[in-house]
């Protein structure tokens, strides 16, 4: 039997439950679920090759004195020697991390470096534009997708001196830049994202930097400072039952208004349970992972908001085929444009959406390891493949592009399939046409939402998918745990009110 004191139960042991956890004061006893064998939920470290992959999370976006994961790290001693320069600490990379890289076409030759920046300028300058719109009671169009089209359309008789080859290189540069904002904003198409609140997230300086021993000695610190027995792995939870009057059993001294049931038959009876799990899972699941049901307004919410996939693809070689300066192969179609409709056929054409490779370093830790990116259906699709029919793809792929017929197959593949997880079902969120940043807000609020309730803060909720201007990161996640821990805080040890000055 717990002892006295409010129970709290965080449902989720990702950056943001054990965030929440670490920060919690005043509480009587409590408890993190976590489905999965590991926490960590989107962080996760696995080995591969000599070294180490992440399949989940991969940089610190923004590695500043304003982000919570840099401190965090850098305070554990998890970081690299470059991540302390402040140099790097106060570049403004907005981002999209510069990393030399070459750029391989579809016809198998290396694109003229002058002509794909000369396109990338035009993608970034025109997608810097879209912060114009923020507010904008009337934005040109619903989409960045739309929007970035119009204005490349508008380009077009002007493009590339008006050279009809070189202005058809530029659009399939343009089409690739396309593909790699979906990988970053975890959405199928730009078309999905909304233009209006797209400028509302906030990238922090600093060029994004990795965790030398895996993202997820990150979680594992986190882990180690609560007390021993807080976090219960390989539990996860079928219902949550809100609103209710529960008692333990033989104690009838004690009513609980929340009772969270597991799928093994477990129960754990709770004042306040933190809700972590990623909007994926509560899009699918929403309906009867709580009773009674979410209000409407906060089913609206969930509904509206959007939540794609991004997958990895690692390969490890024997020998590198790129140079050692290169840290990022990337791929053009040269008969893509973003004028035109991509192929429907997920079948034949998956693979076109792989953006290209980012070089794991330093090759002395990983071996000679390439990590390949691919958002939206076609990453779905590719987790439906056997690890045979993905390595020969990704074969005869990097033989089309280098024009090497002979170039030998990669000696070991591991890859992501976060729309699979069970608990996931997907990778991150984004605003989707429809929605807005207010969802986001919406997403975040307690319930009930009667704050004169005598049972205050029954359901509270964290995770990426609820900090409104940080979303989609790990920093977001992790803030959104603090910020439902400080909820509680306030509720279970209100601020001393200062002494009354000495009567006279």
Same mark, same amino acid.
């Given at each position: 039997m717990e002892g006295g004191g409010r129970r709290v139960v965080a449902v989720g042991a990702g950056l943001a439950g054990l965030g929440a956890a670490g920060r919690l004061r005043g509480h009587g006893s409590l408890r993190l679920l976590e489905a999965a064998a590991r926490p960590g939920g989107r962080v996760c470290t696995r080995p591969f090759a000599s070294g180490l992959a992440e399949m989940g999370a991969h940089w610190i976006h923004g590695p500043s004195p304003g982000n919570p994961v840099f401190c965090l790290a850098s305070q554990y001693g998890l970081l690299g020697p470059e991540a302390a320069l402040e140099e790097n600490q106060q570049a403004e990379a907005g981002g999209h991390p510069p990393l030399p890289s070459v750029t391989y076409s579809s016809s198998g030759r290396v694109l003229s470096p002058k002509a794909v920046s000369e396109a990338r300028d035009l993608f970034y300058a025109l997608l810097a534009s879209t912060r114009a719109f923020q507010g904008s009671k009337e934005p040109p169009a619903p989409s960045v997708g739309q929007y970035l089209r119009a204005e490349i359309a508008r380009r077009v008789p002007t493009m590339a001196g008006g050279v009809e080859e070189a202005r058809r290189l530029q659009l399939a540069v343009l089409a690739a830049c396309l593909k790699l904002e979906c990988c970053i904003s975890g959405t199928h198409s730009m078309d999905l994202v909304a233009l209006e609140p797209f400028g509302e997230y906030v990238s922090l300086p600093?060029?994004?930097?990795?965790?030398?021993?895996?993202?997820?000695?990150?979680?594992?610190?986190?882990? &180690?400072?609560?007390? #021993? *027995?807080?976090?219960?792995?390989?539990? !996860? @939870? =079928?219902?949550?039952?809100?609103? $209710? &009057?529960?008692?333990? #059993? *033989?104690?009838?001294?004690?009513?609980? !208004? @929340? =009772?969270?049931?597991?799928?093994? $038959?477990?129960?754990?009876?709770?004042?306040?349970?933190?809700?972590?799990? !990623?909007?994926?899972?509560?899009?699918?699941?929403?309906?009867?992972?709580?009773?009674?049901?979410?209000?409407?307004?906060?089913?609206?919410?969930?509904?509206?908001?959007?939540?794609?996939?991004?997958?990895?693809?690692?390969?490890?070689?024997?020998?590198?085929?790129?140079?050692?300066?290169?840290?990022?192969?990337?791929?053009?179609?040269?008969?893509?444009?973003?004028?035109?409709?991509?192929?429907?056929?997920?079948?034949?054409?998956?693979?076109?959406?792989?953006?290209?490779?980012?070089?794991?370093?330093?090759?002395?830790?990983?071996?000679?390891?390439?990590?390949?990116?691919?958002?939206?259906?076609?990453?779905?699709?590719?987790?439906?493949?056997?690890?045979?029919?993905?390595?020969?793809?990704?074969?005869?792929?990097?033989?089309?592009?280098?024009?090497?017929?002979?170039?030998?197959?990669?000696?070991?593949?591991?890859?992501?399939?976060?729309?699979?997880?069970?608990?996931?079902?997907g990778s991150y969120s984004y605003v989707a046409v429809g929605s807005s940043g207010d969802d986001i807000d919406v997403l975040a609020q307690p319930l009930p939402e009667d704050p004169q309730d005598p049972r205050p803060l029954q359901l509270l909720f964290a995770g990426e998918a609820t900090h409104r201007t940080f979303y989609s990161t790990t920093h977001g996640a992790l803030l959104s745990g603090w910020r439902e821990a400080e909820r509680l805080n306030h509720l279970l040890q209100p601020p001393i009110p200062p002494p009354l000055p000495p009567q006279p």
């Open positions: 600093g060029l994004d930097c990795t965790f030398p021993g895996g993202y997820s000695s990150l979680s594992e610190r986190l882990l &180690s400072a609560l007390p #021993e *027995g807080t976090v219960l792995l390989n539990k !996860p @939870v =079928r219902t949550i039952r809100w609103r $209710g &009057s529960f008692r333990e #059993e *033989g104690d009838d001294s004690r009513d609980f !208004p @929340v =009772r969270v049931e597991c799928e093994d $038959g477990d129960a754990f009876l709770a004042d306040h349970v933190i809700i972590t799990v !990623p909007l994926g899972f509560l899009k699918e699941r929403y309906q009867e992972f709580f009773q009674p049901p979410l209000p409407e307004w906060k089913v609206e919410a969930i509904r509206r908001l959007g939540f794609g996939t991004n997958n990895k693809i690692f390969l490890e070689f024997e020998q590198p085929f790129w140079e050692p300066e290169q840290q990022l192969l990337e791929v053009v179609w040269e008969d893509e444009s973003p004028l035109e409709e991509p192929s429907a056929d997920l079948e034949a054409n998956w693979f076109k959406k792989l953006i290209g490779f980012v070089v794991l370093q330093p090759p002395e830790q990983h071996g000679h390891v390439l990590c390949g990116f691919i958002a939206g259906k076609e990453s779905e699709h590719m987790e439906t493949l056997s690890d045979a029919e993905v390595l020969s793809a990704m074969t005869r792929l990097l033989r089309r592009l280098t024009g090497n017929p002979s170039l030998p197959a990669p000696r070991s593949m591991l890859r992501s399939r976060w729309h699979s997880a069970p608990y996931t079902r």
